[in-house]
């Protein structure tokens, strides 16, 4: 299984920013991806998963609402839109693949990790 994080970049607060995560190897019909973060100096943090299945999603609090995570299964790719983004939205953003069945947020649950991709919200 590999993932691979892109979309990252510099905006300013308010903006919005789609993230993608493609995924090769890895079971469809089985396997779920979650999107972590980790801002400099912190620890690394759930934002949202998504089993690839059936489309069902959840969300940290401190991004519901404001962050959809979905999935093109014939790319092979799941997205992370983000809206109206906050400074303490900058990290880095990884993808990550759950294969335990159970939409879970713990970081430990997730085997296979994406490189990571950039994100600075800074006016």
């Known amino acids: 299984v590999q993932l691979q994080a892109s979309g990252g970049g510099l905006v300013q607060p308010g903006d919005s920013l789609r993230l993608s995560c493609v995924a090769s190897g890895h079971n469809p019909n089985t396997d779920m991806i979650g999107w972590f973060r980790q801002a400099p100096g912190k620890e690394r943090l759930f934002v949202a998963a998504?089993?690839?299945?059936?489309?069902?999603?959840r969300y940290d609090d401190s991004v519901k609402g404001r962050f959809t995570i979905s999935r093109d299964n014939t790319k092979n790719t799941i997205y992370l839109h983000m809206n109206r983004l906050k400074p303490e939205d900058t990290a880095i953003y990884y993808c990550a693949r759950n294969p335990t069945g159970t939409l879970a947020t713990p970081s430990w649950m997730h085997d296979v990790w994406g490189q990571g991709t950039l994100v600075t919200v800074s006016s």
């Open positions: 998504i089993t690839l299945s059936d489309g069902l999603s």
